[in-house]
């Protein structure tokens, strides 16, 4: 297995004529770059989990995911980098063929279970696992405060004081508190939830942050969701191919898809003051696109 590699990790700065237009800088940070499998923000926010499993002894990580989900791919490929032994439970009846996500991460030696969506919905274990002495738990997503705290580590790879401001997908908002937490207070962190409106985000969201945190400037802006999780259209699809035409940056259409998206139609829409200087994050997730139909996407 490819060690991490960090050294790898670019900020990458975008030419278009609307940039100039509007005044506008806009560079990207690639955190992508660092694994071809434990993709972007996900081991960021892995770090501290996998930290504390091997501190307290545990021989197992185990984690809660969908059947396409990174932060389960990112988990298996974890455990084999630092001798984990993984467990993934994952939502829904088992397919009769399973998606590439789930192949991938047995392929990593995963051990996969699967539960019901009520059984999911209330995080119930399935019965082989119940003896929770075996493993350490990690949320969803790697929802929690050690996501965050690895997550705040994300802007240590670039130089943060030149941008005023500072852009991410959400999902469990992990990601999002971390930069919140690691960027300098004047600065302004901007979320663009991938999931329809659900008010208990900024909750989430809250709920990782310290009161010193809190009072930083940040916001999500709710209006690129396109419909909800994994859910998208014609007009992201041929967005994330102009894009790659233009700019040579794949996306991914779950996450940073709708995150360039978003902040691109704020920029066009004046959402930003001329002379601001954007980062976007580049959180990974190609693998992902790997579920659309083939030959929808140019790369
Ligand atoms: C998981 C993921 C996110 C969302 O991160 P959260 O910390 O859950 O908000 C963003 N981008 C990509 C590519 C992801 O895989």
Redesign the pocket.
């Known amino acids: 297995m490819q060690p991490l590699s960090f050294e790898s990790i670019t900020v990458e700065e975008i030419d278009l004529p609307f940039l100039h237009e509007k005044k506008v800088g806009c560079s990207v940070l690639h955190i992508d770059k660092i694994h071809p499998v434990i993709?972007?923000?996900?081991w960021f926010?892995l770090k501290y989990y996998v930290e504390k499993a091997k501190s307290i002894d545990k021989k197992c990580i185990a984690t809660f995911g969908g059947a396409y989900s990174?932060?389960i791919l990112a988990t298996a490929a974890a455990g084999e980098l630092f001798k984990l032994q993984t467990i993934g439970i994952i939502r829904g009846e088992r397919p009769t063929t399973l998606s590439l996500t789930l192949q991938q991460a047995m392929d990593h030696g995963m051990n996969l279970f699967f539960i019901s969506r009520e059984q999911y919905a209330n995080k119930t274990l399935p019965p082989e696992i119940r003896d929770q002495e075996q493993f350490y738990l990690i949320n969803e997503?790697?929802?929690g405060i050690k996501?965050a705290q690895g997550?705040a580590e994300i802007l240590g790879y670039c130089e943060k004081e030149n941008y005023s401001h500072i852009a991410?997908?959400?999902?469990?908002?992990?990601?999002?508190a971390g930069l919140i937490t690691g960027n300098l207070p004047s600065h302004e962190i901007l979320g663009i939830p991938v999931l329809r409106y659900r008010t208990d985000l900024e909750k989430a969201l809250d709920e990782l942050l310290s009161p010193d945190a809190k009072s930083r400037k940040f916001q999500m802006i709710h209006d690129y969701h396109f419909g909800g999780y994994a859910k998208y259209n014609a007009e992201l699809i041929s967005f994330m191919n102009d894009l790659y035409k233009n700019t040579g940056i794949p996306t991914?259409f779950?996450?940073?898809g709708k995150l360039f998206y978003g902040i691109f139609d704020l920029i066009k829409n004046d959402f930003f003051p001329a002379g601001s200087s954007l980062l976007v994050v580049h959180?990974?997730?190609l693998q992902g696109n790997r579920s659309l139909q083939r030959g929808s996407l140019i790369f």
């Open positions: 993709s972007g923000n996900k926010k990174n932060h997503g790697g929802y996501g997550a991410c997908a959400v999902g469990t908002s992990t990601m999002m991914d779950v996450y940073t959180s990974g997730g």
